[in-house]
């Protein structure tokens, strides 16, 4: 199966990746070879194999609900690129292209 | 006085203790030599002497100040790989995403070696967010493999095999996702531990694919691992995949015997395409443990050649959901703010992100979207329960599992770096353990013809990290492949 530039462009829209056209290119290709070497899994039937949730057979515990201390607002907002008064800082979320 | 770069960690430990020389003059001779290799090597991606010096001089009043009640690695040189948080140094994940990030918190599994008293010398290169296996995909350039400069080291732990490889330091953390731990170290000659999935904490190793992620060990030979993972691995409440077992002493044995254990030669681990030279070396190292008393055997691992496309669709979806947090708002720079939040948004990760991590989000993306999923994800997934199995049945006949780690020795740069699946087809000896969760140790079992080591596996049931140890030191203590060592200084004249 060949992956087309459209498809490939849907798929950097979901991931939010801007691509450049040699990239759309090269995606397309590399894509579609990686994905007819997947299709070797169809050889097996699986209809009766349940997926695997977890490598361990282990249920899955749940901690108390109690507070504990987090990190400050100063640890949180340190790496930020953009802040302001205490808050991460964010272009327009309304009115860009969607 | 011996160099002190060249001792390993228990002996740099008994060293301490015997006061032959300080914490300081152990960390500064590692700095020096640091300082005169990795301008070639280019292990390190963050080298912090100020904090180990700091660290170092803690060390060496507290052994003088209370000696009774020392923590036990009080005063080790360590290295740690740049995907693991260290609370505030620089930590990248070899991305330029990240390039300016500082963990306000350590890795619970690196705090755990804080806490017994090691000494950080700084932050070793990796492959973008663990995703290569070469380190040809770190933003901030390649590691050289000491044995060769020519060749890599491995990835995505080659920063940390490359530094133990060359004595920059004793032991240095890997990860292991796909073999990040275990193919380096069988490139570089170092020993290394995939550990059980859910053994070490994952809280502060920054997520690749976390059904599949560990935290392992990097040193020179099996008991330096042994003593470092005993005070890495256990229960972190920080982690909901972190499992409630109680950590075993990892005691050793004193002989070579391994009367009555049966290992499991896995035929699907040695095909067409294999360097005969690995399976030569592999094939021997399985003969020296049955001269040592062992039973070697036959076994059946028939699902192992569906792994690497079961990998490559499980992998990259967990690491598209993963890495959809890097969206330029709370770390690292930010592109394209003055236009629109898409903009911000596909401009960081667009530009930010390099080839093989966009390649990963865009695979992942397309396995979990809406048509696609059953056909890929929900199919790997299945496939996944098969290959697992085959390790359940496997295990039900033998102790442990003994392979070799990758096809090939290291292998030159830009070899693979246009063949997406020609690199990825590096793994497939690898990918198996972190599918099915089981724990795998590598380490040396001779050089090639070419005088590049070659690494063999053993694979264990979930949990056997004791008895991985006891069966590699046993054939360390018969053989002395782990202790050769790359003459860097040589090669670099």
């Not at chain 1, 249920?59 to 690129?81: F, I, Y």
């Not at chain 2, 044995?147 to 990835?155: F, I």
């Not at chain 2, 050793?252 to 681990?269: C, F, N, Q, R």
Request: aromatic fraction near 8%; hydrophobic fraction near 40%; charged fraction near 20%.
């Amino acid at each position: 199966m060949k992956l087309t530039i459209e498809e490939v462009e849907h798929i950097a829209a979901l991931a939010r990746l801007e691509l450049t056209e040699d990239e759309k290119q090269r995606y397309a290709e590399q894509l579609s070879d990686i994905l007819d070497y997947a299709a070797r899994l169809d050889e097996l039937a699986t209809d009766q194999i349940p997926p695997t949730a977890s490598v361990l057979d282990m249920d899955l515990r749940l901690r108390e609900d109690r507070s504990r201390p987090g990190l400050s607002r100063e640890d949180v907002l340190r790496n930020a690129a953009g802040t302001q008064d205490d808050q991460f800082k964010v272009p327009p979320v309304f009115g860009g292209q969607e | 006085m011996t160099d002190l770069t060249h001792l390993t960690v228990r002996d740099s430990l008994a060293g301490l203790q015997a006061a032959d020389f300080s914490s300081v003059e152990l960390t500064r001779a590692l700095l020096k030599r640091i300082d005169s290799l990795d301008p070639e090597i280019h292990a390190f991606l963050t080298l912090t002497p100020n904090k180990a010096l700091a660290a170092a001089k803690a060390a060496d009043d507290l052994r003088s100040s209370q000696p009774e009640d020392l923590p036990p690695l009080t005063g080790l040189p360590l290295a740690v790989k740049d995907v693991l948080c260290l609370e505030g140094v620089r930590t990248t994940c070899g991305s330029k995403i990240l390039e300016n990030f500082i963990p306000p918190f350590s890795a619970t599994a690196v705090q755990r070696l804080l806490d017994a008293g090691v000494v950080p010398l700084g932050k070793t290169n990796t492959d973008e967010f663990a995703m290569g296996s070469s380190t040809e995909n770190s933003a901030y350039g390649a590691s050289r493999n000491p044995w060769d400069l020519t060749r890599v080291p491995g990835g995505s732990s080659g920063g940390s095999a490359a530094a133990v490889a060359a004595r920059m330091t004793p032991a240095a953390f890997g990860t292991d996702t796909g073999g990040s731990v275990r193919q380096p170290c069988s490139f570089c000659g170092t020993t290394g531990i995939k550990p059980t999935y859910g053994r070490t904490s994952r809280f502060g190793l920054v997520a690749y694919g976390s059904s599949l992620d560990t935290v392992g060990m990097i040193a020179r030979n099996v008991a330096d691992v042994a003593t470092l993972f005993q005070h890495m691995a256990g229960f972190d409440p920080l982690d909901a995949t972190s499992v409630q077992l109680p950590v075993p002493a990892y005691t050793l044995p004193e002989t070579d015997s391994l009367k009555g254990l049966l290992i499991g030669v896995p035929e699907e681990y040695f095909i067409e395409g294999i360097q005969p030279e690995v399976e030569n070396r592999v094939r021997a190292a399985i003969a020296q443990m049955e001269a040592q008393g062992a039973t070697a055997v036959p076994i059946h691992l028939p699902h192992t050649e569906y792994a690497l496309p079961v990998y490559y669709l499980i992998a990259p979806a967990e690491a598209s959901a993963n890495l959809a947090r890097y969206d330029g708002i709370r770390f690292g720079p930010r592109l394209g703010e003055g236009e629109d939040l898409w903009q911000m948004f596909t401009q960081t990760r667009g530009r930010l992100f390099g080839p093989e991590v966009k390649r990963r989000i865009m695979l992942g993306t397309y396995a979990l979207s809406a048509g696609y999923y059953d056909a890929y994800y929900g199919k790997a997934q299945k496939v996944r329960t098969l290959i697992k199995r085959d390790f359940d049945l496997a295990f039900e006949e033998v102790d442990v599992i003994a392979a070799p780690v990758a096809p090939t020795t290291a292998f030159k740069f830009s070899q693979h770096t246009d063949d997406p699946l020609a690199m990825y087809l590096e793994d497939v000896f690898t990918l198996p353990a972190n599918l099915a969760g089981v724990p795998g140790l590598a380490f040396p079992v001779g050089p090639d013809s070419n005088g590049m080591p070659v690494g063999m596996q053993l694979m264990g049931p979930h949990f056997r990290e004791d008895l991985l140890f006891q069966v590699g030191h046993a054939y360390q203590l018969a053989t002395r492949w782990h202790e050769n060592w790359p003459e860097v200084n040589n090669k670099l004249k």
